[in-house]
């Protein structure tokens, strides 16, 4: 079992930075590959971005690509995401997830994971 805390969300002029970060539970987050996913109002949660669980490996959807950075520092148990040059359209509230399975697997899969956690909002203003 593995509880996930995000922060960072907030109001942000386009153009502007944001770093949220997820604060994992546990003694094992090593072991846990992890990922972004955002929801914004009206629509369908989507997948934003993922890091295996050595770190070695990242994955983004295209909309953020160049702009967004996933890392992860497994001694402070905390995956981050760097968000960068913000648009509107990325207001979202923003969850990570949490994948304790080391198999073979989708990234950008929401079923893929098996922890969530409450989200943090983001909010981009033009």
């Known amino acids: 079992q593995v509880q996930l805390v995000e922060s960072g969300g907030g109001l942000v002029q386009a153009g502007g930075s944001l770093r949220l970060s997820c604060a994992a539970s546990g003694r094992t987050f090593s072991s846990y590959a992890m990922g972004w996913f955002r929801q914004a109002s009206g629509k369908e949660r989507e997948f934003v971005a993922a890091?295996?669980?050595?770190?070695?490996?990242?994955y983004y959807a295209d909309s953020v690509k160049g702009r967004f950075t996933i890392s992860r520092d497994n001694a402070k148990n905390t995956v981050y995401l760097q968000m960068n040059s913000l648009k509107p359209e990325d207001t979202a509230v923003y969850s990570c997830a949490a994948r304790s399975e080391k198999t073979a697997w989708s990234p950008s899969s929401s079923a893929s994971y098996d922890y969530w956690g409450q989200g943090t909002q983001v909010t981009v203003s033009s």
């Open positions: 890091i295996s669980w050595s770190g070695r490996r990242t």
